[in-house]
């Protein structure tokens, strides 16, 4: 079993910054794929960043590209998202989830494809 739980959210006015963290604990953090998802009211849940055990490979989605970065420390068993240039549409409760593969450069963009979920934390950006 792994446990994730996140921190860092909050309220923010648009523009502005936030880093959330996800720290896991359990079972060994790697090599473990790590991603972000994030669900607003009254919508889907939605991809946000993934990263691939190794830390060497990244990906986000159009909606989010150039304005978060994905990063983990392995040592710490923590994975982050700094999210800048905030807009009130990025409000929503973030997730974060992982995986076990052993792939360098494996990450996922479906939810469905994670195992392990932390309980989440809301960002509210506003205008």
């Known amino acids: 079993q792994v446990q994730l739980v996140e921190s860092g959210g909050g309220l923010v006015q648009a523009g502005g910054s936030l880093r959330l963290s996800c720290a896991a604990s359990?079972?060994?953090?790697?090599?473990?794929?790590m991603g972000w998802f994030r669900q607003a009211p009254g919508k889907e849940r939605e991809f946000v960043a993934a990263?691939?055990?190794?830390?060497?490979?990244?990906y986000s989605p159009d909606s989010v590209e150039g304005r978060v970065t994905i990063s983990r420390t392995n040592a710490k068993n923590t994975v982050y998202l700094q999210m800048n240039s905030l807009k009130p549409e990025d409000t929503a409760v973030y997730y974060c989830?992982?995986?076990?593969?052993?792939?360098?450069?494996?990450?996922?963009?479906?939810?469905?494809?994670?195992?392990?979920w932390g309980q989440g934390t809301q960002v509210t950006v506003s205008s």
């Open positions: 989830a992982t995986s076990r593969d052993y792939g360098r450069s494996t990450y996922y963009t479906r939810a469905d494809r994670y195992e392990y």
């Open positions: 359990g079972r060994t953090f790697s090599p473990y794929v």
């Open positions: 990263i691939s055990w190794s830390g060497g490979t990244t």
